[in-house]
C-alpha cells in the first residue's frame, strides 16, 4: 500500500516543480535549472532598481497561481481579483524590502495567505453565508463544470448529488479557523510542503503539521455527521 | 508504531509528508493492525470527498481582467517619483560614502528638506487655483549650488593633491498650477497625500482629495479612494482621518471596502470626533447586518458615553428585519 497513490499534485498550472522542495538546498528550491533561478534573481534586481518591465515579467510567473489560491479561498471571483490587485501592488511598494532571504515564491505567498487571512477572519466576523460561489456579474458558479465525468451528466440525480456534497464541502471549510482552512488549503489544494508552508506562514513546519491535524479531525466530524 | 501515533502519522501518509525512514514502519503497523487500516482509508476517502471542490485553473477573463486592472494601477503610480528614485539611489550611494558619516547625514538633511520645500510649493499653487490652464515652469538650476544636491554618487581624489572630483545628482523642482479637475494635478495630490516629510502638504492634499469626492468629481474608482482609505486607517492626525471620512461618505452604500473601513473606524479610532462622524455616515446602510453588529458592539463598549448613546440611536432607527 504506497501512501504516494493517494498524494494530490499541483495541478498544471503551479508554477513550482513538483519536486521535492525540502530536498534541496533553500537556495536552489525555487527551480531545478540553476539558470531559471539565476535569471529570476536577476529580473528580482532590476526589477528593485526600477524596471517595469521587469516587475512586469515577475508578476505573469505568479499571478495564475495567485489567482488560484485567491479564488479557491474566497469562492468570489471578485474578491480573488482584489486580493490579485493588493498583492502584486504591495509588492510592487515593497519590492526594495526582498533581500533574498527567502525564495520569491515564499514572499509573494505570504503577501498573499495574509490578504486571504484578513479576508476570511472579516468574514468570520460578518458571520455571513458564503454557500455558493459567484461570478464577477454575482451568478452562481457550477462548482463541477471542472469536473469532466460525462456519466454525471448522463444522470442527473447523481449530479445533484455530488453538487449537494460540494456544497457541504465548502460548508465545511467555512467551518474551519482561517488558518485551519490556509494550511489546509495549501497542502490539499495547492500541494505544497508542510516545509514551505511554515515558511509562508511564518510558523514552524511543526506548527502546519498541526495546524493540518485540527483540520482534517474537523472536517471528517463535520462531514461525518452529514450521513 | 502504537496506534495513538499511528493517527498522525496516517494523514502525514496520505499527503505524502510521511518520512522515507518511518515508511517501513508505518506499513507493517498497518499491515497488522485492522483499525488503524480503517483509519487509512478514511483519510484517504476524505482526502477525495475533498476534492470534489475543484482546484483548477481561474478562468481566462478573470486572468485577464485582473491583469488589466494591476496594468493601469502600476501605471496610474507615478513612475520615478522623487523620493522613490532617491531613497533607491540613496542606498546606493550610501554604500560608498560608508567612511565618511558626516557627509551623508548632511545628504539626508539635504534632500529631505529640498523634497519638503519643492512639495509644498507645489500645494501652495494648487491652493491659489481658479486658473483654468496647467502652467509648469522650472527653477533656472544654479550653477555653484550646493543647495539643489539631490545626492552625491561618486567622489574621485585626483593622486596626490588636493582635488577632488565629485559627481552628485541636482534636484528640479518645479511649479505647477491648475484647476483640482486637471488630471495632472491630481496625480500630484495623490503623491502629496502620501508624503511622509512634510505633514501639512499630505494633510492638505488629503484634504483637497476628499473635497472633490465630497462633491463627486471623477472619484469613481481607484487611486483616490484608495488615497482616502489609506489616510482614514492610518493618518495620524485626526483632522486628516475626518477629512477622509467626509470624502469617502458618497460611497459607503456602494462601495464595501469603504463601508468596512468605517467600520473598522467606529470600532478602533482613538478620537471621538472620528467615530462620531463614522456612524453618521452608516446611519444609511443600517441594513447591512454587519453594521447593525458593529454598532451593538459600540453602544455597549465605546468609552465614551456620546457615542454609545448615538449607536443605540441609530440601531433604534433602522427598521426591524422581519
Not at chain 2, 502652467?135 to 550646493?146: C, F, G, I, Q
Request: aromatic residues 4%; proline residues 5%; hydrophobic residues 40%.
Amino acid at each position: 500500500m504506497s501512501a504516494d497513490s493517494l498524494r494530490i499534485y499541483p495541478s498544471p498550472g503551479a508554477p513550482f516543480p513538483v519536486t521535492d522542495p525540502t530536498k534541496l538546498k533553500s537556495s536552489q528550491r525555487m527551480a531545478i535549472d540553476p539558470s531559471v533561478r539565476a535569471t529570476e534573481a536577476d529580473l528580482i534586481r532590476e526589477a528593485q532598481a526600477g524596471s517595469r518591465t521587469a516587475f512586469d515579467a515577475l508578476v505573469r510567473q505568479y499571478d495564475q497561481a495567485v489567482l488560484r489560491l485567491a479564488l479557491h479561498l474566497t469562492g468570489s471571483e471578485q474578491d480573488a481579483e482584489d486580493i490579485h490587485q493588493e498583492a502584486f501592488l504591495k509588492a510592487y511598494r515593497y519590492l526594495g524590502n526582498f533581500r533574498f532571504e527567502c525564495s520569491f515564491y515564499t514572499w509573494i505567498y505570504r503577501i498573499v495567505t495574509n490578504l486571504c487571512l484578513d479576508l476570511l477572519r472579516r468574514r468570520k466576523s460578518r458571520r455571513e453565508d458564503q454557500a455558493v460561489m459567484l461570478d464577477s456579474s454575482g451568478e452562481e458558479i457550477d462548482l463541477l463544470t471542472n469536473v469532466t465525468d460525462q456519466r454525471a451528466s448522463a444522470n442527473p440525480d447523481r449530479e445533484l448529488n455530488r453538487k449537494i456534497l460540494a456544497e457541504r464541502i465548502r460548508e465545511a471549510l467555512d467551518k474551519l479557523t482561517p488558518r485551519e482552512r490556509m494550511v489546509f488549503e495549501l497542502k490539499h489544494y495547492q500541494g505544497l510542503k508542510l516545509r514551505t508552508i511554515g515558511e509562508i506562514l511564518n510558523t514552524t513546519e511543526e506548527t502546519a503539521k498541526n495546524t493540518l491535524f485540527r483540520a482534517t479531525r474537523k472536517l471528517r466530524a463535520i462531514l461525518a455527521e452529514l450521513r | 508504531m502504537k496506534c495513538e501515533s499511528a493517527q498522525e502519522t496516517i494523514v502525514l501518509a496520505v499527503y505524502g509528508e510521511l518520512p522515507d525512514d518511518k515508511a517501513p514502519e508505518f506499513e507493517q503497523h498497518l499491515a497488522g493492525c485492522e483499525r488503524c487500516r480503517q483509519e487509512f482509508e478514511a483519510v484517504k476517502a476524505l482526502s477525495v470527498a475533498m476534492s470534489l471542490v475543484p482546484s483548477g485553473d481561474p478562468p481566462a477573463n478573470l486572468v485577464a481582467r485582473s491583469r488589466l486592472r494591476l496594468e493601469e494601477a502600476l501605471d496610474a503610480i507615478p513612475r520615478g517619483s522623487w523620493l522613490a528614485r532617491n531613497w533607491r539611489q540613496f542606498g546606493q550611494g550610501i554604500g560608498r560614502l560608508r567612511g565618511a558619516p558626516a557627509a551623508v547625514s548632511a545628504v539626508v538633511v539635504a534632500s529631505l528638506t529640498l523634497g519638503g520645500v519643492s512639495g509644498y510649493e507645489v500645494s501652495q499653487h494648487s491652493h491659489a487655483s481658479p486658473v483654468a490652464q496647467t502652467r509648469y515652469s522650472t527653477v533656472p538650476p544654479e550653477d555653484n549650488a550646493p543647495d539643489n544636491v539631490a545626492n552625491v554618487t561618486s567622489i574621485v581624489q585626483e593622486p596626490n593633491s588636493e582635488n577632488v572630483e565629485v559627481v552628485y545628482n541636482r534636484l528640479q523642482p518645479v511649479t505647477v498650477s491648475g484647476s483640482l479637475g486637471d488630471p495632472k494635478i491630481r496625480q500630484l495630490l495623490l503623491i502629496g497625500a502620501r508624503n511622509r516629510v512634510n505633514s501639512e502638504v499630505k494633510d492638505d492634499s488629503v484634504g483637497l482629495l476628499a473635497h472633490e469626492c465630497r462633491a463627486g468629481h471623477e472619484c469613481s474608482d481607484g487611486p483616490v479612494r484608495d488615497a482616502l482609505l489609506v489616510a482614514l486607517r492610518y493618518d495620524k492626525s485626526a483632522a486628516v482621518r475626518l477629512k477622509a471620512l467626509e470624502g469617502l461618505q458618497p460611497y459607503v452604500s456602494d462601495d464595501l471596502r469603504v463601508r468596512d473601513t468605517v467600520l473598522e473606524s467606529l470600532l478602533k479610532d482613538p478620537d471621538s470626533r472620528v467615530r462620531t462622524q463614522a456612524i453618521g455616515l452608516l446611519e444609511p446602510v443600517g441594513a447591512d447586518s454587519s453594521v447593525r453588529e458593529v454598532l451593538h458592539t459600540v453602544a455597549a463598549r465605546d468609552d465614551n458615553p456620546e457615542i454609545r448613546l448615538a449607536s443605540r440611536q441609530v440601531l433604534d432607527q433602522i427598521p426591524q428585519v422581519q
